[in-house]
């Protein structure tokens, strides 16, 4: 299975996205372009969203003054009402893969296949470029409700720390990963990423209660929020148009930026609603 090309699209802006079908190795999340300014409204820092029928969460481009230095996520693994065999998820972070930098990208997170028996459904992994994904399995065991630590701190363009971490099991993973072909260390996602009939049924959310980044003069921001070198934009899971004989916009997971003053402030929440 090799790479199939998507949109992403805000107005008439259109994006690829990569994605492997069905398929144990993930490939390229993938990123939309920048919409554009004169017609972008923004909540809470980050820019109006585009939409795709492969993922959604929070993307960001550094500005070119300075480069990425790391990358670190973290959430609670949701207790999903319903998977079915069909279900293929990722919960996830990335470094690169966007238009800028769109022959190299890392990946780190958790993957959940519902066609395995419930103990074997979550499993940690990482994926540098289109090298063979690595699963961490029973090695690492996680369960709905284990808080999840991810962190990618690379060492160079074609080297990384990757670092996962099982806050309710204490076990955490450590290693460095390395490909021949060089990131360009522009751009950072956090994101759910299935196509439509691929995510998990029900009622969920998601929060990543921390996305952060930090840029190579010593700095740490908070994505999202507005305040870094770096243009942000969500980016929201779609009905496929086939499903949606209304024509009208219909959202399969949607993802925001929680308001300052909430119960849980300043984090992304991707919610998932019956239907």
């Not at 090309?5 to 372009?33: E, K, Q, W, Y």
């Not at 609670?76 to 470094?95: G, K, S, V, Y």
């Not at 099982?166 to 955490?172: D, G, H, P, S, V």
Request: proline fraction near 7%.
């Amino acid at each position: 299975m090799y790479l199939r090309l998507l949109t992403c699209a805000i107005a008439a802006i259109m994006a690829r996205v990569a994605f492997a079908v069905n398929s144990p190795s993930v490939l390229g999340i993938g990123r939309p372009t920048h919409g554009n300014s004169s017609n972008s409204a923004v909540s809470n820092g980050v820019g109006v969203p585009y939409y795709t029928d492969n993922w959604s969460g929070l993307s960001i481009t550094k500005t070119p003054e300075v480069g990425i230095s790391f990358v670190q996520g973290n959430f609670t693994i949701p207790n999903f009402p319903q998977i079915n065999n069909d279900t293929w998820m990722r919960i996830a972070i990335q470094l690169d893969g966007s238009l800028e930098c769109d022959t190299s990208w890392l990946t780190v997170g958790i993957a959940i296949d519902g066609s395995l028996p419930e103990s074997e459904r979550y499993s940690a992994f990482w994926q540098f470029n289109n090298e063979t994904t690595h699963f961490l399995n029973s090695s690492f065991p996680l369960s709905p409700g284990d808080d999840i630590g991810l962190q990618i701190i690379p060492h160079s363009t074609t080297s990384a720390n990757i670092e996962i971490y099982n806050a309710m099991t204490n076990m955490r993973h450590v290693s460095d990963s390395s490909s021949d072909q060089p990131t360009c260390l522009v751009s950072a996602d956090w994101v759910m990423q299935a196509y439509h009939d691929q995510v998990a049924s029900g009622e969920w959310d998601l929060y990543f209660n921390t996305t952060k980044w930090g840029t190579s003069d010593g700095k740490v921001w908070t994505a999202g929020l507005g305040n870094g070198p770096a243009t942000e934009h969500l980016c929201q899971l779609m009905v496929p148009p086939s499903d949606d004989p209304n024509g009208s916009p219909e959202f399969d997971v949607w993802c925001y930026m929680t308001d300052s003053w909430g119960p849980r402030p300043g984090q992304l929440r991707c919610v998932r609603h019956a239907n």
